[in-house]
């Protein structure tokens, strides 16, 4: 399912605190890599024709997978590309990534994916999984030939950017589905209630004259296909949740014993709605920011797994195109660079959410849902790795960024807790 390249490194990695909770691994130890596999784990190993990285005040922890990114190749790639993604993949600390298929052409095709995994492996510093449009030309209507893109390597399916607003559609999907082993991701939007909304439908909306988005538009849809994977038997997975009433949906399913899973974004996370009243371009997202009782409710079913992967729905955007009034503007921000260190900032260091905890929903959780090889720090296990600095601060600068879009809501921002170094799939990628 992914592409990408591998690698060969040998290193030892001196003196770092592992810390790799899916493992129920927290010691000071040293890691030797030998051609690219976790050889040894231990004290004062043998460093001959190794490099060495001294990480005697740093976290060393598996590196980060993200399930939803948008590549805009083919299409637009001016905003990005797949060796700027996977660059800013790399600095983020991520050693594989899902890419989102609404580029143009969208990715329903098996010749286009099989071109795109090609071109990955070419060009990609980290994996790269390719999901696959659930609907042909993502238009909802008609679905794709699942069974043949996943032969292709579809790494999943999902019409993200839009939903699939024909119940009759999803359930044929999640049926056919069956066959592919792949997971149905799906973007949760009634747009006949979200048409012409631009922000939370709130008060801080109201004061300022935006139309309103209300949750009822995410969290009715969230309804509808947990109970058709009730129904079918069939997993789906609910992308950039933002409600509370769509936080309570899963945990019910959940309970029924459906077999759902959901992501949270960093953004829905560590804002809420008052950050719309900048009126910033940066802060408009799908869904929308909302109240801190939303937000709230997202941070404990991140805490409790309810909610089991993090995901940044890494949107870039060219900067003409953010640079209108917020009610013109597109949808969507960057967050490959900043994911870890704003959840480090704004949660970690507070006290709100463990270490732990966002290392797992980081890594392990997404893996896991999406049946990818869970990152390690394992003998024997491929060296996916990303080594932290907790201590360090550092200014969010646009000049610095490896994407190709720099629509960050983070901008001038200063955070606490920086990767260092990123091993993905056995080579440096990434060294700060």
Known sequence: MLAGPTGNDNIVIRGARLLDPAEGLDARLDVR??????????????????????AGELILAPAFIDPHVHLRTPGREDEETIAS?????????????????NTDPVIDDANVLRGLRVRADAEAHVQVGFMAALTKGQDG?????????????????????????????????????????RMIAVHCEEQSLTRGGHAHAGPVAAELGLGGWPSLGESLMVARDLALAGDTGQPVHLMHLSARESVEHLRRAHAAGVRASGEATPHHLCLTDEAVRTLDPNVKMNPPLRSADDRAALVEAIRDGTIAAIATDHAPHAPEEKDVPFEAAPFGVTGLETSFAVLYTELVEPGVLSLEIVLQRMSAGPAEIFGLDRPRIALGAPANLTLIDPNATWRVKPSAFRSRSTNSWLLGRRLRGRVKLTVAAGRVVFEL
């Open 33 to 54: 890599i030998d051609n690219g596999v976790i050889a040894q784990i231990g004290e004062a190993l043998d460093t001959n024709e190794h490099r060495v990285v001294d």
């Open 141 to 181: 209507s008609e679905l794709t030939e699942m069974g043949a893109l996943a032969d292709a390597g579809a790494a999943g399916f999902t019409d993200d950017g839009r939903p699939v607003a024909a119940a009759g559609v999803m359930r044929r999907a999640l049926q056919y589905n069956a066959i592919t082993g």
């Open 85 to 101: 993604g996977t660059a800013a993949a790399a600095a983020g600390g991520y050693c594989a990534i899902l890419a989102i298929p």
